[in-house]
């Protein structure tokens, strides 16, 4: 079983990124899938999540307008379109996966910095 995160980096304030999470070993159906972030020094915080049975998206306020969160179940993907990024937005990024049975899994994460 495994969630691998993809498509961090550098972009500049302003800027678009979109990161990609792949899963393997299991299926996404009837999962809630979510992408977390842990900013330096910060708690880790939800950002953006699609439920397991009814594709209901949720969006953190400081993030409405700006990111989508998609995912395709036949591909075992999700993904997370971020615009207008902000120096704020910097942070280590996580890809989750959970199900009401209560299996839980998790990325290693990947770094998105926001900075001129």
């Known amino acids: 079983v495994d969630l691998v995160e993809t498509g961090g980096g550098l972009v500049q304030p302003g800027g678009s990124m979109r990161l990609s999470c792949a899963a393997s070993?299991?299926?996404?159906?009837?999962?809630?899938t979510k992408w977390w972030r842990q900013a330096p020094g910060m708690e880790r915080e939800l950002v953006a999540a699609?439920?397991?049975?009814?594709?209901?998206?949720y969006y953190r306020d400081s993030v409405k307008g700006r990111f989508a969160i998609f995912r395709d179940d036949s591909e075992n993907k999700m993904w997370l379109e971020m615009n207008n990024l902000k120096p704020e937005d910097t942070a280590v990024y996580y890809c989750n996966a959970n199900h009401y049975s209560g299996m839980d899994f998790w990325g290693k994460g990947i770094l998105v910095t926001v900075s001129s």
């Open positions: 070993g299991f299926s996404f159906t009837t999962y809630a």
């Open positions: 699609i439920g397991g049975f009814d594709d209901t998206k």
